[in-house]
């Protein structure tokens, strides 16, 4: 069986199901292919929420976000689904932190976000419920917001199928190659499809995909794990009253109030061991929700005892910057990663893989993102991911 479309999306997570949506808005013929089924527990875009934020550590990530925001918007707009919930941020520092304050608070001053800077009894009064430590600054940000993980991605899904959008789950790739001016070749589920151009956006499988073609991105998945804590006063934890908030430090935090459900939901950031895609485990890993519960009992008094854990991965780069942009000698296949900070930027992405794909340029400068950049080509690259 052989089939052809103009676009052909690989991986239907959130990155892939923004791409599928903003190219079939386009009204281009587009097909999306993904290996499990929709809405899966495999990779990176599963489970209740992921943090929307203008909180960044340069101003291009802080200029992104406004695009993020208005692409949410956008979305939110199309489909008529409300899908971002404002609930404010801190970026909690202590003394001697390891991620500075000043990347933070110098990136937003640059791009004229309004935020606070508040000191210890400052956080106190405001939020009683955290208990920090002598001399810890916060950085306060209104516009922080919630958004939803798995509800996300099916509303993409959705709307990609509303607008024309051709999705296959259960359709694993298993070949591509460049057919240079004859466009590109996909061999997936035993059909062969023919496309002029080819968007890969299969994370923590990004590299066998990519295999056909000779090229890969020095990648590191790991493991990670969310617990949902179930304080026995949920009202003290509610948007309303307590927002987001990160510990910018080594290990490194994030919480969010309450969110559909009674329950705090914490986790590390990179807190998980390396794995491959294939071994990878399930399983709740016990000394990692006891370190997390050891942290939330001293910082969020209160928010109760761990009542469940989530696996998931995370798909790193050394410098833990987005792929976004053409494979090196292969113009028609595009590539977008989000290493493992992606979601918030998801509609941004689609649109932004949409655009290199119709048009061969974007109207934002992606050099940061470029897959020849040294990071991604230097063997000895120097990885860091806490920032
Ligand atoms: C615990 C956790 C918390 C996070 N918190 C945040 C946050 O607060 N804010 C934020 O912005 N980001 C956050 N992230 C990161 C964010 O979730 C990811 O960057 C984003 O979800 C990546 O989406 P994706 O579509 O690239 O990857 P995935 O969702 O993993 O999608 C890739 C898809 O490709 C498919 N695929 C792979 N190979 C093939 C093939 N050969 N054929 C067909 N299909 C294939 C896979 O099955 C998969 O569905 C978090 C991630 C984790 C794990």
């Known amino acids: ?74 979305l939110e707009a199309d489909s008529g689904e409300q899908l971002v919930s404002v609930v404010g941020g801190l970026d909690l520092f202590p003394p001697d932190p390891a991620i500075p304050m000043a990347d933070y608070t110098t990136s937003m001053a640059a791009c004229g976000v309004p935020f606070d800077e508040l000191d210890r009894d400052e956080v106190a009064h405001r939020w009683p419920q955290l208990s920090l430590p002598e001399g810890t600054v916060a950085v306060h940000q209104p516009r922080a917001a919630v958004v939803p993980a798995g509800r996300g991605t099916r509303v993409m899904q959705d709307r990609a199928r509303a607008h024309g959008a051709v999705l296959r789950d259960r359709s694993p790739v298993t070949g591509v190659r460049d057919l240079g001016a004859g466009g590109v070749e996909v061999q997936a589920g035993g059909t062969t499809y023919r496309c002029r151009r080819l968007v890969v956006c299969a994370d923590a499988w990004t590299n066998r995909v990519l295999a056909g073609l000779g090229h890969q991105v ?44 009674a329950t705090v939901k914490a986790a590390q950031d990179c807190g998980g061991p390396e794995v491959s895609v294939d071994d990878r485990s399930y399983d709740v890993d016990e000394p990692m929700q006891q370190r997390l519960a050891d942290f939330m009992a001293t910082t969020l008094p209160g928010s109760g005892a761990p009542v469940r854990s989530v696996r998931c991965l995370y798909t790193l780069v050394p410098d833990r910057d987005f792929v976004l942009g053409p494979v090196p000698g292969h113009e028609a296949v595009t590539v977008g990663m989000g290493a493992a900070h992606g979601f918030k930027f998801a509609p941004t992405f689609g649109r932004l893989l949409a655009e290199l794909a119709v048009r061969g340029t974007s109207s934002t400068d992606l050099t940061p993102f470029r897959l020849d950049r040294p990071a991604l080509t230097d063997a000895g690259y120097p990885a860091h991911w806490l920032v």
Do not use: K, N
């Open 218 to 261: 020095p990648l590191t998945v790991t493991l990670e794990q969310v617990t949902y804590f179930r304080p026995d006063r949920p009202e003290r934890f509610a948007p309303a009253v307590m927002p987001l908030w990160l510990w910018m430090d080594d290990p490194c935090f994030y919480a969010f109030p309450c969110y559909g459900e």
């Open 1 to 74: 069986m052989s089939e052809s479309f103009e676009y052909v999306v690989v991986g239907l997570g959130a990155l892939g199901s923004a791409a599928a949506y903003h190219l079939a808005r386009q009204g281009e013929s587009v097909l999306g292919l993904e290996q499990f089924a929709l809405g899966h527990v495999h990779g990176a875009s599963h489970d209740t929420s992921r943090i929307l934020r203008h909180s960044y550590h340069t101003p291009g990530y802080v200029s992104l976000t406004f695009e993020a925001y208005d692409d949410w918007a956008a």
